[in-house]
């Protein structure tokens, strides 16, 4: 079974086909369409978010129960009292475990967060040794013919 998309962010016939003609319907349709091709794989958090939000939001249609709680017209109850005691607490446990994954993936998305800026600080710390170490100037001794790196104040434009 194959499991790319038809339709997914990149330079494929399908895309391509599909901006040519939404450039020939409606311009806006054109252009809709490569922005997705070139930026639609950096929408995996905005996807997210926005199902998120309207899951929240379409949550309360699924059941008329649900809609009539969730915009105040009284209590979902179906007359069972045990019943409604065990779903109220069992929907406060889920609504904590929810809580606490959401905590969970912000603590997590600030660690990876530090750890790109570790690594790219990582990297330039690398950059400007090499280039240092390739832009100090050499002096020759002419009594023992060796090669020494000069290195003092203003031998190098970022050593001042």
Do not use: H
């Not at 252009?31 to 950096?42: E, K, V």
């Not at 997210?48 to 809609?67: E, L």
């Not at 600080?121 to 090499?130: P, V, Y």
């Not at 240092?132 to 001042?160: E, F, H, I, V, Y």
């Amino acid at each position: 079974m194959n499991t790319s998309a038809l339709i997914r962010p990149a330079w494929t016939p399908a895309t391509i086909a599909l901006m040519v003609v939404g450039f020939m319907v409606f311009w806006p349709l054109g252009f809709a369409m490569l922005a997705y091709i070139i930026w639609g794989d950096r929408l995996d958090g905005f996807k997210r978010d926005v199902n998120r939000a309207t899951d929240g939001i379409f949550a309360g249609c699924r059941r008329g129960s649900d809609k009539a709680a969730r915009w105040g017209n009284g209590s979902a109850r179906t007359g069972n009292v045990a019943f409604d005691d065990w779903r109220e607490k069992e929907l406060e446990r889920l609504n904590e475990e929810r809580r606490k994954l959401d905590e969970m993936l912000t603590q997590f998305d600030e660690y990876a967060r530090e750890l790109r800026r570790a690594k790219d600080q990582d990297e330039f710390d690398r950059f400007m040794a090499n280039r240092n170490k390739s832009t100090a100037p050499t002096k020759t001794d002419p009594g023992t013919g060796t090669t020494t790196t000069k290195r003092g104040k203003g031998s190098n434009l970022l050593d001042d």
